[in-house]
């Protein structure tokens, strides 16, 4: 709902309050923002500024409380009193935008530059700020679980004017807070960071031409003793995939001020007379219930609102995928055998990932021909798809349209068409980018894609994107709204192709890719432990819905670390779960470990992918209608560790619950020497006799069962005891480094 009444805005559900008025000098002027407040509450959420602060210039000489510096804003200008970042840099001048009047609608307004846009219900708040030869249209959209921002910049003047930087939104917070980022790098993103916004300014930001691996453009604004359950938490993102920019800075007063948008780095867009700017919008919510509670609301916004609405609700079939199996060593008999045996485990997706098309044996050369390799596949990917859909799977297809190799007919055909700038060129993983500015070039790839789609029915795509961009400021803005022009043509149509983006891992995780394709690949990096950072740090702020997680082999491609299939079976549940090995050389036991995951999976996919999502102490919980799967995961062990607790959120306390553990099996060869102890017979460590048995049989892990009150798995029940060195019981969890649990706990009747 929204209300404009006494000179108060506020736009207030049950879960929000966005409070504020607009001051006698024409400033939008925040009041509150966070959980739900009143009217009548505005003069006691008012930040009274009294006689003022020394050394400021005053909007009005004779009003000592007049300065723009000392009042909480939702928006300013450059220069003219508020000498803090500016949200708003044009034509290298000052800007003084007032407020002149308001709509209240009941819809988001359709954006008209082609940025995505969240869809829904939700009414919006416009205001009308001014100054001669320009219009600022500030919009406030209010949905249940979150709050979006964008600012619209007219040109009502004669001359050009070049934008240097619009933010999205910017806003000042009373109070103190840590903003928490997360960066990384490739097979290293999410990396977690916390720090104190102080008067230094906090900055994150990205300039690779996509949102990148480098940081996030999701981030968090929490009040210093915030803890995961309880405590302000605010999270911003951005639906945009380009360079982004975000920062928190306190000031002398104690307000926060924050603010995101397009990167302004290297930024000019020329406005012509009557032309509009339009920035992507931005996503912020809030909650009082911590860490948690800020990001349950985040993936509800998400689900609802942001990704595609055909797959919101729908569930996501277990995949296959030939990359870490196979990489371009293929051909058709090859990948039949894996979709076979994929098939067999229960794999419902088959994916050929790179490989198939040009001369693309390697990554050096093929980028950019889409026609395929019929040395690979003589009966091409419409022979392949039919045969694979003859074993009773779906077939997907990998695609990296936006980028082009030297070494392909499409480059010596075309080679202006290769986004270059004017320097001498130069290549990461050997290819260039195509220049999705030119039409021409997004015509290319919607008529190429699409034929491909259309002829072999396929289901799923993974489009890829593998290296960063020489274009800057303006130029890679307008390359991202070629980039959306191309997935709206080819997807919206196709609303049934299941879409996961991917950019070297998660290069490019963010909400605009998510508009169009409801998963994203989040990284190259399938290690488990290394998972349980990166699908972490993804939780506080994208639903799992939204991340394709892959069982792979070990030891890891990446780590080196070695890791049981039970673990990377367990992690990979909470997200879409996936198969991404070499499975000819898979032992027996392994086969019956893959075969009990999917089975287990299958079985609890709506809770795994749509469920309420926790983060717990030392481990991850989802609970959707009165089910719970919980998975408890260690790192290194220590020798002889103490108990341990499961520890359960969200039950109802009064209610009594089935709590039973996933069985698994440990494998024996993990003990190697220590068998001797056991056996009746002199075993070697590292012989035949060891290495054929641990192929085919392993040790139970340790399994309970309870019937159990919500409120003592609230408290926390006693999980059975890790191995202490003491010898092998059954009623013990005798897994080592990386072992870990899944949960079941489901409502008694
Ligand atoms: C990078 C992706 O992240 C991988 O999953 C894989 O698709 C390769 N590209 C293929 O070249």
């Not at 082999?553 to 990377?568: F, W």
Request: hydrophobic share 35%.
């Amino acid at each position: 709902m929204i209300t404009c009444e006494n000179g108060l805005f506020h736009l207030k559900n049950e879960n929000l309050s966005l409070l504020f008025r607009v001051t006698r000098y024409g400033l939008p002027e925040l009041l509150h923002f966070g959980t739900p407040v009143e009217d009548s509450d505005a003069e006691a959420l008012a930040c009274n500024p009294g006689l003022g602060w020394g050394s400021c210039l005053l909007l009005n000489d004779a009003d000592s409380g007049s300065c723009p510096e000392h009042i909480p804003l939702l928006w300013s200008g450059s220069g003219r009193g508020d000498y803090r970042e500016s949200p708003l840099e044009l034509d290298g001048k000052s800007t003084n935008f007032c407020y002149v009047n308001h709509r209240v609608l009941e819809a988001a307004p359709a954006m008209v530059s082609g940025l995505p846009q969240a869809h829904g219900a939700c009414e919006t708040l416009e205001i009308t700020m001014e100054q001669p030869g320009a219009k600022l249209y500030l919009y406030f959209s209010l949905f249940e679980t979150a709050l979006t921002r964008r600012a619209v910049l007219e040109n009502t003047g004669t001359d050009n004017l070049c934008i240097h930087k619009l933010m999205s939104f910017s806003m000042d917070l009373p109070g103190e807070f840590e903003m928490t980022s997360f960066h990384g790098g490739w097979a290293a993103e999410m990396g977690k960071n916390t720090v104190p916004v102080s008067r230094s300014r906090c900055v994150i930001d990205s300039t690779t031409g996509a949102s990148s691996n480098m940081h996030n453009p999701g981030f968090l604004l929490s009040e210093p003793d915030a803890t995961e359950d309880a405590g302000v938490v605010y999270g911003f993102n951005l639906v945009y995939s380009g360079n982004h920019y975000a920062s928190a800075q306190g000031s002398q007063q104690g307000l926060t001020r924050v603010m995101q948008g397009i990167n302004p780095v290297n930024f000019c867009w020329d406005v012509a007379p009557g032309e509009t700017f339009e920035t992507p919008e931005a996503v912020m919510t809030c909650s009082a219930e911590g860490f948690g509670g800020m990001s349950r609301r985040m993936h509800r916004f998400v689900m609802d609102h942001i990704v595609p609405e055909y797959w919101a609700d729908r569930e996501r079939p277990v995949l296959y995928n030939s990359w870490e199996g196979c990489m371009f060593d293929f051909d058709q008999k090859r990948l039949l055998d894996l979709a076979k045996r994929a098939k067999n485990l229960g794999c419902e997706l088959f994916v050929l990932d790179d490989g198939w098309f040009g001369v693309r044996n390697n990554d050096r050369a093929g980028l950019g021909d889409y026609h395929v390799n019929t040395k690979k596949l003589p009966n091409g990917i419409a022979g392949l798809s039919a045969k694979v859909q003859n074993l009773g799977m779906e077939f997907g297809l990998w695609f990296e349209p936006e980028s082009v190799n030297e070494d392909s007919d499409l480059y010596r055909a075309h080679p202006d068409w290769a986004l270059t700038d004017g320097h001498p060129t130069i290549l990461g993983r050997h290819q260039l980018l195509l220049d999705l500015t030119k039409p021409e070039v997004r015509d290319y790839i919607v008529e190429n894609v699409t034929r491909i789609l259309d002829m072999s029915a396929l289901t799923y795509v993974k489009w890829d994107m593998n290296r960063h961009s020489v274009a800057v400021g303006a130029r890679a803005h307008a390359y991202i709204l070629g980039l959306y022009d191309v997935l709206r043509r080819i997807f919206e149509p196709r609303p049934y192709i299941l879409l996961e983006s991917c950019s070297s891992g998660g290069n490019r995780f963010d909400l605009g890719m998510l508009k169009f394709g409801p998963q994203i690949w989040c990284s190259d990096n399938t290690d488990p432990i290394s998972r349980l950072t990166i699908q972490g740090s993804l939780s506080y702020l994208y639903p799992q819905s939204a991340f394709g997680a892959h069982v792979s082999a070990s030891p890891h491609a990446q780590t080196l670390r070695a890791t049981p299939l039970t673990t990377r079976g367990n992690v990979s549940f909470f997200g879409c779960l996936g198969y991404e090995l070499d499975l000819k050389h898979l032992a027996s036991i392994e086969i019956q470990e893959i075969k009990a995951q999917i089975e287990f999976y299958k079985s609890h996919r709506r809770l795994f992918q749509f469920g309420t999502f926790h983060r717990m102490k030392n481990g991850w919980q989802v609970s959707l209608d009165g089910v719970t799967a919980a998975g408890v995961f260690h790192g290194l062990v220590n020798a002889a560790p103490g108990y341990e607790q499961l520890r359960l959120k969200g039950l109802d306390q009064t209610k009594r619950y089935h709590l039973r553990t996933r069985a698994q099996k440990i494998r024996i060869g993990q003990f190697a020497h220590l068998l001797k102890h056991v056996a009746p017979v002199d075993i070697a460590p590292d012989g035949a006799i060891l290495r054929t048995a641990d192929k085919v049989y392993g040790l139970e892990d340790g399994a309970e069962g309870y019937h159990v009150s919500g409120a003592a798995l609230t408290s926390g029940i006693r999980l059975l005891p890790l191995f202490r060195g003491t010898g092998y019981d059954k009623n013990q969890r005798t897994q080592g480094d990386f072992g870990s649990n899944v949960y079941l706990i489901e409502e008694a009747q």
